[in-house]
């Protein structure tokens, strides 16, 4: 087990490696340098020269890169050209914490309610409640979150007014956040209970559980058993991709709801060409799926003791 | 003497497209979504003669903007005084447009790719293998996302440029895997052994024998991908990087809207709408053509 992880945390270096050689040499190549958007209309060729110097954008590219990597492996991604030079670190550390919390408590929501919508779905297969359930499921795929944050921001802030429209207090205070969890989990939620069905349905027609029913076992027992444990390891798959979502969603959701995480630090760096910034959160996501993956990878050995690690496995 | 006479129940044989479309047809969702989108393709078709306005003309004779609708402007005008009924109409036609055309590239890119790597196997197959689970590696969104905010261009024409390629880059790797297996599991099929044993070229094998066979998994995920495809441009232009005003899209519609939530808020709505109800309609329709596919499901 513990080699298995050694090799996938060495196969992640050749993937941030690419991640970071695609968004630095993009940025390279990039129409519009972000010393034209500091120095405004009336640009001094002596001033642009030391900006360059300063940022070390005069160097050839390759010798760019190498120091960008270098530094990157030396904790310091650089500075922002936007933010009057923080440091790229810094910013991450301040909020990525906040997005991080927030894509947790949508997990936490998503699979407690996807779970049990698609447990009882699956139970109530083709009656009424299971094709309510579908239904909903299919709504809550298709409406991205700038279409449900509006709809749920006019209901509850502006009409029956209980919660703020937008703002970040701090994890302190739930009624802050609480809206921006409910729209980053909508999806998963959907997709969560829509995998939890099928996969019931899956394991409810196995030998297993006929043999389960025949023996006289009470049916909650033969669900709670037999079923639900089996069931949930092809949903946990699903459980660890919706999280590449959440950092999407994050984007999105935090420029609506005003939160100062890093998704909507991104976006104001991606409209500024603030390339340090960008480069600095392209490897930070790289770098969480990763961990996520294995996270969900080193589960499945835990929820099911058939799926081992072999030493040899690359 | 008797008269021998065939006992069976006549049935009439029906290829198994045939039969699907027969299915389709009895599924009142699919048909009511077909009917959305079929209205959806005429206005996109002829946004010009339906749009009152063209989709820039600002009117200027409005003391406060925006305003709410009246007889000039049946569905109100945006803080620009430009008319929201005609940019949701040409907006359809720059959704579907993204949709149909991004899914299209993704089909040519995904088959070739997918064949290539199936029916030569070797360094082909080793080389999509691993690209794509570089890709996977990453979520596409937000890695079309980087490379639009990255490349996104001055001249708001180009801007359609930049989105088509962004999304382009990101979105062929599902593609391609699909064809890929299910080419891999066709050409072990006994009558592609026999067409080759006969002497049949691999291309033709390829294009007569083993293309056809999966053409229903491809429309499958082709018809749900071009709502994922519209979804995507809608993102990148309510976040400001997708396409660039005057041109209209419906996500930008939407993050346009936002300041006047309290005042105008169908500024918002009507847009919010005519997404929604499109992704709908065509995530309805996806499912109906996917259980109209399969062949468990047949009665």
Known sequence: MLSALRTRLLLAIPTLLLVSFITFFLGYLAPGSPIDLMMGQHGDPAIRKQLEHAYGLDLPPLTQYGRFVWNALHGD???????????????????????????????????????????????????????????????????????????LTVLLS???????????????????????????????????????????????RQDYVRTANAKGLSPARVIAKHTVKNAFLPVLTVIGNSFGYLLTGSFVVENIFGIPGIG??????????DYPVIQGVALLVAFTFIVVNLVVDMLYTVVDPRVRYESSAA | MTEITDTLPSTKPMSPTAEAMRRLRRNPVAVVSALILAV???????????????????????????APPDAKHRLGIDNLGQDTFSRLVYGARVSLAVGVFLVLIQVVIGVSLGLLAAYKRGWWDTLLMRLTDAMFAFPDLLFAILLVGIIRPTDPKLSFITVFVALAVVNWPGMARLVRGQALALREKEFVEAAR????????????????????????????????????????????????????????????????????????????????????????????????????LRE
């Open chain 1, 77 to 151: 991604l650089g500075k922002s050209f936007a933010m009057a030079n923080r440091p790229v670190t810094q910013m991450i550390a301040e909020q990525f914490p906040i997005t991080a919390f927030l894509a947790l408590m949508s997990i936490l929501i998503a699979t407690v309610v996807g779970l049990v919508a698609g447990m009882v779905a699956a139970l109530r297969h083709n009656r009424l409640l299971d094709r309510a359930t579908m239904g909903v499921v299919l709504v809550s795929v298709s409406l991205p979150p700038f279409v449900v944050a509006p709809v």
């Open chain 1, 158 to 204: 502006l009409k029956l007014d209980w919660l703020p429209a937008s703002g970040w207090e701090g994890v302190a205070y739930p009624e802050y956040w609480i809206l921006p969890v409910l729209v980053l989990a909508a999806r998963p939620t959907a997709l969560i209970a829509r995998f939890m069905r099928s996969s019931m349905l899956d394991v409810l």
């Open chain 1, 264 to 273: 909507y630090q991104s976006v104001q760096s991606i409209l500024s060409r």
């Open chain 2, 40 to 66: 959806l393709v005429v206005v996109a078709l002829f946004a010009p003669l339906i749009a009152p306005y063209s989709f820039d003309a600002m009117d200027r004779t409005y003391a406060v903007m925006p």
């Open chain 2, 197 to 296: 044993s006969i002497g049949v070229t691999d291309f033709k094998i390829v294009t007569r024998h083993i293309l056809p066979n999966m053409l229903s998994p491809i429309i499958v995920a082709a018809t749900v991908d071009v709502a994922g495809m519209i979804l995507a441009e809608a993102t990148l232009s309510f976040l400001g990087i997708g396409i660039q005003p005057p041109y209209p899209s419906w996500g930008r519609m939407i993050s346009d809207g936002r300041p006047y939530l309290r005042s105008e808020p169908m500024l918002l709505f009507y847009p919010a709408l005519a997404l929604g109800v499109t992704v709908l309609a065509l995530n309805f329709l996806g499912d109906a053509v996917r259980d109209a596919f399969d062949p468990r």
